[in-house]
């Protein structure tokens, strides 16, 4: 099928470097995903620049059906980067994969001003790009979606460890101020660095202030009353705060028990009744003969 | 076979665990405290875990069944001195404890002994 000697494709885009960096320039700043607020021009010249080269070298090494041959690895990688460099810029998918998609038309005219006659040949060509293309596109995104979930992580981890802190209100009175929803794994770490504080401090109550909780369910509810459970086995007391109406209604409505737990509307509710608790223990102590 | 001593002091019985629990442990911890409670006619007693850092579902029903069985017997039960990590994993059994009194250390759970002691004679 080859006719006479219509050039190959690697050594096309070889020769023509410079006019294919110059028309895929022009398309993506046509594009309307393209950021150039967020990128800036030079910027976006040389990565184009960098990967032209890097994918002309792959294109004289490699075959052309599968991206994943090492021939494509410094494409890869190169793309690897750009994604990753997007995707922290904040820029959407669509933004990050327009980057090689844009890529298409400037090697297709190409391919039509040198094959123009040889149909057969163009034809092929162009389905083999394209599929090319496609491919390292979509390695673009599955590259711009790895980084995003590194980020979600870290973000996770970081509020993990931002979220938990347990503060010293009094002489034995503890409080736990809570924000955000409530996961198995918060409630955990929540639970750890509750009961080791009491240990540390010699507290014989722990205020748990539920006012930035947005929301209580079921599973919440369980959470926040294993929390308790546990305080009361290492010989403290639990006093819940800053319950909402609405979130009064739904623990109701759910049907949820929350048993002999005392509940107080506000953080200074709960410790007032704690400063009488401690105050009333310590009366009671001193008037007991045999102490 | 190890026992876990039962000291008496006054009408209190002291028991503190000292060991790593097991299962024949913790059986025979039961049948010498109950002897001790009807011979010694005991008003309390109190059980301190704070050397205890292992316990699984089977010694965290027998510390709940101990202090039940003193209960009937008429005797105060407090438990001392649990650890969060043991704390976290009777929760996570499902293990509450509901009905046995805790403290946080011996002196505490001395002081609400004589407490419940108190109210009940008064």
């Not at chain 1, 099928?1 to 050594?11: I, K, N, V």
Request: proline fraction near 3%; include cysteine; aromatic fraction near 4%.
């Amino acid at each position: 099928m080859p006719s006479a000697d219509p050039p190959r494709f690697s050594d096309l885009v070889a020769a023509n470097e410079a006019t294919l960096l110059a028309d895929w320039m022009k398309q993506q700043k046509a594009a309307r995903g393209t950021r150039l607020d967020l990128l800036g021009e030079s910027e976006l010249e040389d990565q184009s620049r960098r990967f032209l080269r890097a994918f002309r070298t792959a294109l004289a090494t490699g075959d052309l059906d599968d991206v994943s041959q090492p021939a494509w690895s410094d494409v890869r990688d190169f793309l690897r980067e750009v994604s990753r460099s997007r995707a922290l810029q904040g820029l959407k998918p669509a933004e990050t994969a327009l980057f090689v998609f844009s890529l298409k038309q400037p090697l297709f005219a190409l391919l039509r001003g040198a094959l123009g006659n040889a149909t057969d040949r163009l034809a092929l060509d162009t389905w083999q790009i394209s599929t090319l293309l496609d491919q390292l596109g979509l390695f673009t995104m599955e590259a711009y979606q790895q980084t995003r979930e590194e980020i979600i992580v870290r973000q996770q981890q970081e509020l993990l460890e931002l979220s938990t802190p347990v503060v010293q209100l009094w002489d034995r009175i503890l409080a736990l101020p809570l924000v955000g929803t409530l996961d198995s794994s918060r409630t955990q770490v929540v639970m750890e660095s509750l009961l080791e504080r009491i240990v540390a401090t010699g507290s014989e109550i722990a205020i748990i202030d539920i006012t930035g909780v947005p929301t209580v369910d079921t599973l919440v509810a369980q959470h926040l009353l294993k929390t308790i459970a546990a305080t009361r086995l290492m010989g403290a007391d639990c006093i819940i705060s800053g319950i909402r109406p609405q979130i009064a209604q739904t623990i109701v409505h759910l049907g949820v028990d929350l048993g002999t737990v005392v509940t107080k509307a506000t953080l200074a509710d709960a410790f007032a009744v704690a400063l009488k608790r401690t105050r009333d223990a310590a009366v009671s102590a001193q008037r007991d003969p045999t102490t | 076979m190890d026992r876990i001593p039962i000291l008496k002091m006054g009408e209190y019985l002291l028991v503190t665990i000292q060991v790593d629990m097991h299962d024949q442990l913790a059986l025979a911890l039961q049948e010498d405290l109950t002897e001790r409670i009807n011979r010694e006619r005991a008003a309390g007693v109190l059980i301190d875990i704070s050397s205890l850092d292992v316990v699984d579902s089977f010694i965290g029903r027998m510390i709940g069944n101990i202090a039940a069985m003193a209960r009937v017997l008429d005797a105060n039960t407090v438990v001392t001195g649990m650890r969060p990590a043991v704390a976290i994993t009777l929760v996570e059994l499902g293990l509450s404890l509901e009905g046995v009194h805790t403290a946080l250390n011996v002196e505490r759970g001395m002081a609400l002994l004589r407490k419940k002691v108190a109210a009940r004679n008064a």
